[in-house]
């Protein structure tokens, strides 16, 4: 007698495919250690047929200078494991500030080393291309972060173009807790430190709930504010010429791919 698993044959079929769920785009993120924010705000912010993926890169829970600059040495293994046979259309270096203290040049050639089908960007690209895009010159910043960081943030923006009327900072080491500081304190912080003549508020560090609160910000001081979530994915997203207008996360996602320095002139189908 046959034994059945060895006689076993499926019929012939013909099988029907189609692009998938994520057949928008699908755009890699790569996330810190003890991150506990990004990944919640980009699946919030994924439109229809988009796909975020994420991969962890190594890193320590202290976010000090000295940190921050070992977050390079796992980078190109961490994005070379992120879809590597699908290939995301964007991978992104989820960190502002490890960003500044490296240098973005340097994250992205990380990240084309581990990745080199894919377009890399970091998420202080994508905060320097919204405030260019929203028409910001003069801006106030405000961080979770140390003094040490804060420091090297207002240079960076301010080689960038950007006249910094002020930065303030809530000096916390550890990422876990800036998970933990509440929206609602979020959005006092940033009123507090907002200035009539500023053009607008960047709250920075994609380790922080800003998008809970950004649309009440921006209701309450009558102009942009830039979150460093909000600001990556709009980047990513108009780099594919994905236009959709979120609502709900700001006056930025009204800015199509035209706006963009790298966005696609046509809306990806």
Known sequence: ????????????????????????????????????????????????????????????KHITVAELAKHIETMADAASVLLPEVVPDVIAYACTSGTIVIGEERVMAEIKRGAPGSQATTLVTGVVNALRALGASRIVVGTPYLDEVNALEARFLAEKGFDVLDIQGLNVEHGDAMGRITPAYIKEFALSIDRPEADAIFISCGGIRTIDVLQEIEEACGKPVVASNQAMMWDCLRRVGIDDNLSGFGRLFEIPSAGHPDGRSALAQ
Request: avoid cysteine; proline fraction near 3%; aromatic fraction near 8%.
């Open 1 to 60: 007698m046959d034994d059945p698993i060895t006689a076993l044959r499926s019929e012939a079929r013909t099988v029907e495919f189609d692009r998938g769920t994520h057949w928008r785009a699908k755009l890699g993120f790569l996330i810190n250690t003890n991150e506990l924010v990004v990944e919640n705000n980009l699946f919030r912010m994924a439109p229809e047929g988009v796909g975020v993926y994420m991969t962890r890169n190594r890193t320590s």
